[in-house]
């Protein structure tokens, strides 16, 4: 149900006055919502907006960042009930009965839309956790989203995970403006301006200032189910292990040589930037199974960046 104009206007307030009023905010923005009417999250969970510093696990430094780019394909995991009732990383109460991802380096909370590169299925997944850190996976989901995508019994499948800016800068907005608050937030097309005048509130925050984000989500952006979606998937999508990048071929020549007992290894070519590079690849591999096998080894030979990429 869409908003009237005049509580549209209430919340772009809302926004704004949270991004100006440092600790007042909070207090500020439980008032409006409560003035507006708008309904608590199911879950109310008490989580809070996260980017985190640099960390250090299984000797891989990772780099948690903003990153409304973010676009990658591999192989995804689910966790369920040994975390079930256990706080996440952002302080939320993980429930692996609902739709929910850890994902190493996005911000908490993200909204990005992962795809089940065997299926077709996509869905909206809302990162509140950090991992996996199982060599070769990108994300690992909750039990009810795997089961949503259609992979629980098999437990991992090739995905590729996209982040959804506008859902996930709305989300950051959400989650600074309400912080242990949990609401639900109106539906239909709202403006939310993050103003300039508060250097330090946005840089701190990891919040982007002078940004203006619309949406037309037709339902809200909580914690309740999101709808599978159907897409169309390439039937080529093969999956490979990739040992290095290199900008000096000799070098990536070398390696080759080195891995061509795993399999068939090659070198391919490809440009980032201006920058020139060279992946020693091996494969195809004809499944998941063999694919952590061959990664295994190759991280044992002394190459901890070493990952698995689906192409």
Request: charged share 20%.
């Amino acid at each position: 149900m869409y908003l009237k104009k005049s509580k549209s206007l209430a919340f772009i307030s809302l926004a704004s006055a949270v991004a100006l009023s440092g600790c007042a905010g909070p207090q500020l923005a439980v008032h409006t919502i409560k003035k507006l009417g708008i309904e608590r999250d199911a879950q109310g969970s008490k989580g809070y907006y996260k980017v985190g510093k640099p960390y250090k696990i299984k000797g891989l430094w990772y780099y948690p960042k903003v990153d409304y780019k973010y676009r990658e394909t591999g192989i995804a995991s689910w966790y369920g009930a040994q975390f079930h009732g256990k706080k996440t990383a952002n302080g939320e109460i993980f429930d692996m009965n609902l739709v929910s991802a850890a994902h190493r380096t996005l911000p908490m909370p993200s909204i990005v839309r992962v795809i089940n590169l065997r299926n077709g299925r996509a869905l909206k997944i809302r990162i509140n956790d950090r991992g996996p850190f199982a060599h070769g996976r990108i994300i690992d989901l909750s039990r009810r989203a795997a089961q949503l995508l259609g992979f629980l019994r098999e437990g991992t499948v090739p995905v590729r995970v996209e982040i959804l800016e506008d859902e996930s800068r709305f989300a950051a907005v959400k989650a600074q403006a309400l912080l242990s608050k949990a609401t639900a937030v109106p539906s239909g097309e709202v403006l939310v301006t993050s103003l300039a005048a508060d250097d330090q509130y946005s840089s701190a925050n990891n919040i982007p200032r002078n940004e203006k984000i619309r949406l037309n989500t037709g339902r809200t952006l909580s914690t309740s189910e999101p709808s599978l979606e159907q897409t169309q998937i390439l039937s080529s999508q093969k999956i490979f292990i990739q040992a290095g990048a290199f900008i000096n071929k000799h070098r990536a020549d070398v390696l080759k040589y080195m891995l061509e007992k795993y399999g068939q290894t090659s070198v391919v070519s490809a440009k980032v930037g201006q920058q020139q590079f060279y992946r020693v690849r091996i494969g195809p591999v004809a499944s998941i199974q063999e694919s952590d096998n061959i990664l295994y080894q190759v991280l044992k030979q002394g190459y901890p960046n070493a990952q698995v990429v689906i192409d």
